[in-house]
């Protein structure tokens, strides 16, 4: 048996020996038979109960049936309302809560993925106590008693001395971190990479409350974007998404502006994708504003507020912005005359561009736009703000007192700052500083450093105690991001390990000191409580309580006037000077840029293979980091496709792949942000030799508060060694093959709004071919979906999604390199023009359940054929492995097993149990998911009616966060997909080219041309 360090692949010989760390047959029952009893526990309102065998039964279960649980997703700081499939007793799928105004029933990839957590085959499985004999330290076992009892004695010998390190947090959870630190005179410090700390202070400058608005893209007729990736990692970027479809769906279609360094998922979906000098984006900010200002908006504003702002923009020059910046004065008087003349528009920065040593000023600058433009009580919500409490200041302030022995005990939960912080933070050092002053004071038998993770992460393996805390899957909590959103976490299963409740820890170690509560579920009842008493509900607590726990949580409206107070300090906004060179850098060096990707965020999910195997939006590279280069820029340096590359500056190096790109500007090397691993787990460092891209910013580079994500520098040097990266796509170009076609869209005037044709080639969508034999009926059911290209932006989600309800297995970077990845779901994406008038087009390609297909008839054993539903069905247990269909099929869709892949323990658990788990040399591919068909075809029999559209949602169509996607029965005229089918954007891919006659029907993509 060999192992790629993903999936075990084994061969057709079973030797039926059994690994050490094998689950064994008795732990694998008690956790299907315990976790079916606990994953009731939201309905029975009771976090532990008997075990019964299934003859005895079980009155929150039944074999064969599906369970689900409304919770809270913890993944980030968005909490996004989650629902839960649970199957005798294991959590199968993860999917969005429609009813949880956050998302409104999508999900990120991530999210979706916070069941790889849960399985995760690495995580801690018990307390573990660092024990060290001479320079070797390892990690042993530890009771929970004898755990508690060590760091309960170097609480009190501390007395006060210690300090709470955390990630970001809401709800009871923050109450109880909170409550606990003051409780025992510690301090708390809260550290998350990703919070919009700029954009929150900017917020409380201008418009008098600290926070971040509450964005409505979907009123807004022009949306101005300085660098926030709002599709893709920015604040709630599934919310985000969901209102930008309904704008780019709406009669008064949007128009999106995006002003980056280089191109992201956001910029790939703008209308108009200016790409500035890096660090200008102030100037041009100023410049609109200098515009605005002067054709005489800002009337709603007071004539102090005018005053100064007239003050603030009177030296601007747009003639030197243009100059200085790269972007044409002609488009910045245009992007200004569209928001003039819109009736609702937003303004907003954020992201790795907007996350320089500008961003305060940035930030309020976007927030003056939006007072100018009247946008504050329409497209910006002041009333419902999310209020970051990361500050790198704050755990500044706890490394110092660790190196002065201020602070003599550290807890660390939900933040991983030996990753996340730059080296030169020194947070390695201040923790050795302060184990020689504990040694020195006799108190080396004690503790220094309690995590509490899940995954033996880099901060972490610095711990003496780690006590594991449950995943939020098996775990009782709550989340309030917004004003009037109320989420419940409720735990789905029972634990997987022997881990607790971060919060039933925390009360054990500080006694009856904090709350009289006797567990974390009854401290979060008794918040509950008080939320009760002020909503008046006439239900008695118990009632609501479990009204709440099915819906989730509690949310109503909460947007109410709010007086906007301007400060003074808003006025004082002046551009950096230039980017000094970082020290190590000489003057050729190139801005580095990183940014979160859809991928791994700030490196939390680089030990999720689904995510690692996802490719990337844009460059559709897979397992790896990488350097986006512009081809000026790889000529100087001597670079090309397939070198490596070393990015080097006094405070680090990096070695990454070259990738280059017309999308980055020639200043600009952008590195996306989260791989580099050293420790976390085996998927993580799969990718740990190209280094962490954070070791190149020194401690200097905060903005606001926050770490700083670009104004760095750094030499590019050619490695010695090749370096591949895997792309799963490497041709940009459709070849006038019109896949993904695109409606231009001009605007007239307000709201009025003409259409000029696709692209000129639409061929004709709806034509009627002449067929050689009679076609099959479907009497009943012709299943069939719609993709509406105007609303997809490429985010993968509904790749990952297929992953999980389908029981995909991830091959690894190597086997991705032969062209033989699983993934029966992918999106295309195309580069349709140069760089300066560029369309990116993303197309989701699936199996297209062709009523002529070609894969039928070559079929030697009947494997693959045509069902009654209309349906392109595969028999696995039938196939010989031929691949004939494979090769006749026009759209690649079909994936052959050359393997038999076997999930490491206990991911085996994470497997649906309604889908077939393929072996070695049998075909599979997409059948819209036929067991979400079946099951709903078996309740419909049941209630003795036919399916209903909406009835079915395949697992893609569900996840989606914009609602790209809709499945139903074509037969059904009343039907969205029958709709849709007949709408003037519809077409086929190359079905008027060879007769395919698809199921699929896509939607032609909305743009403006400007």
Excluded at 213 to 235: H, I, M, Q, S
Excluded at 881 to 890: I, L
């Amino acid at each position: 048996m060999s192992d790629n360090g993903l999936v075990q692949i084994s061969s057709m010989k079973k030797t039926g020996e059994k690994k050490a760390g094998d689950m064994s047959r008795r732990t694998f029952l008690k956790v299907l038979g315990a976790a079916g009893a606990a994953g009731a526990t939201a309905c029975a309102d009771s976090s532990k109960q008997n075990i019964f065998p299934n003859v005895k039964g079980d009155n929150y279960q039944v074999p064969g049936v599906a369970t689900w649980f409304r919770s809270t997703c913890l993944e980030c700081s968005a909490n996004c309302g989650i629902t839960v499939r649970n199957r005798e007793g294991r959590a199968v799928k993860v999917e969005g809560n429609r009813e949880n105004p956050v998302a409104e029933g999508g999900l990120c990839g991530l999210g979706q993925a916070s069941l790889q957590a849960l399985y995760n085959p690495d995580r801690i499985r018990e307390p573990l106590e660092k024990v060290v004999d001479g320079e070797k330290a390892t990690f042993k076992p530890i009771t929970w008693k004898a755990a508690y009892k060590k760091v309960q004695a170097a609480l009190k010998k501390a007395d006060g001395k210690f300090a709470f390190l955390t990630g970001e947090t809401t709800g009871s959870l923050d109450t109880l971190v909170t409550d606990f630190t003051k409780s025992l005179n510690g301090t708390r410090a809260v550290y998350d990479v990703l919070q919009p700390v700029a954009e929150a202070k900017a917020s409380e400058r201008v418009y008098g409350t600290y926070g971040v608005p509450y964005y409505d893209f979907e009123k807004a007729e022009v949306v101005l974007n300085f660098g926030a990736d709002f599709l893709e990692t920015w604040v709630s970027p599934v919310g985000n998404a969901r209102g930008w479809a309904k704008g780019r769906k709406a009669d008064h279609l949007s128009k999106v502006f995006h002003v980056e360094p280089r191109l992201s998922l956001t910029g790939a979906n703008a209308d108009k994708w200016l790409c500035n000098k890096p660090g200008s984006e102030l100037e041009i900010a100023l410049a609109v504003l200098k515009t605005l200002h002067g054709w005489g908006l800002g009337k709603n504003l007071s004539e102090d507020v005018n005053g100064r702002i007239a003050k603030l923009v009177q030296d601007v020059k747009i003639s030197d912005v243009a100059k200085s910046s790269g972007v044409s004065e002609e488009k910045i008087l245009l992007v200004s005359k569209h928001l003039k003349e819109s009736k609702h528009s937003l303004v907003l920065s954020g992201g790795a561009a907007g996350r320089g040593g500008d961003a305060l000023g940035l930030a309020t600058v976007t927030a003056l736009l939006n007072l100018v433009l009247a946008n504050v009580g329409s497209t910006v919500d002041i009333s419902r703000m999310r209020k970051p409490k990361s500050l790198i200041g704050d755990v500044e302030k706890v490394l110092q007192s660790l190196d002065s022995g201020d602070v003599e005990l550290l807890f660390v939960h939900g933040t991983n700052p030996a990753f996340t912080l730059p080296s030169d933070f020194g947070f390695s050092y201040a923790l050795s500083s302060a184990r020689t002053k504990k040694v020195a004071a006799e108190r080396g038998d004690l503790p220094l450093l309690v995590s509490f993770a899940s995954e033996l992460d880099e901060t972490a393996e610095q711990a003496d105690i780690i006590l594991p805390a449950h995943h939020f899957l098996e775990d009782w909590g709550d989340a309030n991001p917004l004003a009037g959103i109320n989420s419940l976490v409720q735990p789905v299963m029972t634990p997987v390990f022997n881990t607790r409740s971060f919060g039933d820890s925390l009360l054990t170690l500080a006694g009856k000191g904090v709350s009289e509560a006797k567990d974390y579920k009854s401290f979060v009842q008794k918040q509950w409580e008080e939320l009760h008493g002020i909503v008046g509900s006439s239900l008695t607590f118990s009632k609501w309580w479990a009204e709440c726990l099915e819906r989730g949580g509690y949310f109503k409206a909460a947007s109410k006037p709010v007086k906007v107070t301007v400060s003074k300090d808003a006025y004082n906004v002046k551009p950096a000077k230039k980017v000094k060179m970082t020290k190590g850098a000489k003057s050729e060096a190139l801005h580095v840029l990183t940014y979160p990707s859809v991928k791994t965020f700030d490196g939390r999910a680089a030990n999720r293979p689904w995510l690692q195997e996802l490719p990337d939006p844009v460059t559709k590279a897979v397992w790896d980091s990488w350097a986006e280069i512009h081809p000026e820029t790889a000529k100087k340096y001597g670079l090309s496709q397939g070198d490596g590359v070393i990015l080097r500056n006094y405070y680090g190096e990096v070695n990454v792949p070259v990738y280059v790109t017309e999308h980055v500007h020639p200043d600009v090397v952008a590195v996306p942000l989260g791989q580099g691993h050293s420790s976390y787990g085996r998927f993580a460092k799969e990718v740990a030799g190209v280094g962490n891209i954070l070791s190149l910013f020194p401690k200097s580079a905060t903005s606001a508060g926050a770490l700083a994500l670009s104004g760095v520098t750094a030499k590019p040097v050619k490695s010695r060694t090749p370096s591949i990266l895997v792309r799963t796509q490497t041709e940009n170009s459709q070849h006038d093959r019109h896949l993904a076609r695109t409606k231009y869209v001009e605007a007239k005037s307000h709201g009025d709004h003409g259409h000029h044709g696709s692209n000129g080639h639409h061929e004709g969508g709806h034509h009627e071919v002449k067929q050689m034999y009679e076609q099959r009926e479907h009497p009943l059911y012709e299943w069939g979906l719609n993709v509406d290209l105007a609303a997809c932006t490429g985010c993968g989600s509904c790749v990952v999604a297929c992953y999980a309800e389908n029981n995909i297995p991830t091959v690894g970077k190597e086997v991705v390199y032969q062209g033989r990845e699983m993934s029966w779901l992918r999106i295309e994406r195309y580069f349709d023009q140069p760089a300066e008038e560029l369309k990116v087009s993303f197309l989701p390609m699936m199996c297209q359940q062709c009523n002529n297909a070609p894969c039928e008839p070559v079929c030697p054993v009947y494997a693959t054929y045509h069902n009654e539903e209309g349906l392109n069905s595969m028999v696995y247990n039938r196939c010989v492995g031929t691949r004939y269909c494979s090769n006749n099929c026009t759209y690649k869709v079909r994936r052959f097993n050359w393997y038999d892949y076997e999930f490491p323990e206990p991911m085996q658990l994470q497997l649906n149990p309604d889908v077939t788990k393929r072996m070695a040399g049998v075909m599979e591919k997409c059948t819209f998911c036929i067991q979400r068909i079946q099951e709903g075809k078996n309740t419909a029999k049941n209630e003795g009616r036919v399916v209903q559209d909406g009835d079915i949602q395949p697992a893609c169509v569900q996840s989606c966060p914009t609602e790209a996607l809709s499945f139903g029965n074509r037969n059904d005229k009343k039907s969205a997909v029958s709709k849709g089918e007949h709408s003037e954007r519809a077409y086929k891919v190359l079905d008027h080219h060879i007769n395919t006659q698809p199921s699929v029907v896509y939607m032609e993509d909305l743009r403006f041309k400007v």
